[in-house]
């Protein structure tokens, strides 16, 4: 069994010629490193707002070459992976969808979906069955080409989240591509995944941000960030990420954003309740629950 998937993994690998990647940068850069070390031959074509970003990605060997006119980037592509900001989708669809290829698929790696697959259909029109809705759940605090790594996304989630007019061998290719980036893939509905992540993902980083901010703005900061430790280190490490992709993030996926916030406030409206109550009953029973499943969580992911 694992010789025949290594079999079809290797078959795939060859089939592709040309692989089109815009914004090669942790996730763009991962995928393409990632593909290499898995055996592919195909060229990787690496398209950007950044020359100096793109030439440094060339000279690291992470893609084979970079390009600055669109047309002749994507001429007979098989897959074109969209890396860059979610802002930048429409602009970059409508830029590649004269060139586009009856056979080219196209896919991204946005961390919101709902958007992206109204901006696509819109785009796109006839096309529109030609693409993928895709998102790595993998990253970095870090950003940029030099971050990049081959097993970023090693046992890692990919969601992908076809519609009903997704051509199925489209699907198949994208799941392929990912799989051989080592990703477990899975599938759901756009809707799904924005409010899945909206919680898990989106809001923890608003709140990271919101907090660094907070402490930075006082008078006091440098007294503060002084005694700071690893607490402090662990809950704001993700404030570290980059402000554009995440500026974008929160736009596109604000209604579900917005319902978490609120949720949240609600969580905090009753921790203060506690607070000015003294009521450590309260306090631990939150707290146990709290442990229990961050706990819990911790041990699965182990698994």
Not at 234 to 248: K, L, N, V
């Amino acid at each position: 069994m694992l010789q025949l998937r290594l079999l079809i993994v290797v078959n795939y690998l060859k089939k592709l010629k040309k692989i089109v990647i815009f914004g090669v940068g942790l996730i763009g850069g991962s995928v393409a490193l990632a593909l290499k070390k898995a055996g592919s031959a195909a060229q990787i074509i690496g398209v950007g707002r950044s020359t100096e970003s793109l030439q440094s990605a060339v000279d690291l060997g992470v893609i084979d070459a970079a390009c600055s006119d669109i047309t002749q980037a994507v001429q007979n592509a098989d897959i074109v992976l969209i890396a860059a900001p979610v802002a930048q989708t429409a602009s970059i669809l409508t830029a590649i969808k004269p060139a586009l290829a009856a056979t080219t698929v196209i896919t991204d790696a946005g961390s919101t979906k709902s958007d992206v697959l109204a901006c696509a259909k819109e785009i796109l029109g006839e096309q529109f069955n030609q693409f993928v809705g895709g998102h790595p759940i993998a990253g970095a605090e870090k950003s940029g080409v030099t971050a990049a790594t081959t097993d970023l996304y090693r046992n890692k989630n990919v969601v992908l989240t076809p519609t009903d007019a997704t051509d199925p061998d489209a699907i198949q290719r994208v799941r392929e591509l990912w799989q051989h980036c080592g990703a477990n893939v899975t599938e759901m509905p756009a809707t799904t995944h924005d409010s899945i992540f909206a919680a898990v993902s989106h809001l923890p980083h608003l709140l990271a941000f919101a907090l660094v901010d907070d402490i930075a703005s006082r008078k006091n900061a440098e007294q503060l960030f002084g005694f700071a430790a690893s607490g402090f280190r662990d809950f704001t490490r993700i404030a570290g990420s980059h402000p554009e992709m995440w500026r974008d993030i929160s736009l596109a996926n604000r209604s579900a954003l917005l319902n978490e916030i609120t949720a949240y406030q609600d969580e905090l409206s009753r921790l203060k309740q506690m607070l000015e109550l003294s009521d450590g009953d309260a306090l631990h029973a939150l707290f146990d629950r709290a442990s229990t499943a961050r706990n819990n969580w911790a041990k699965l992911k182990e698994q």
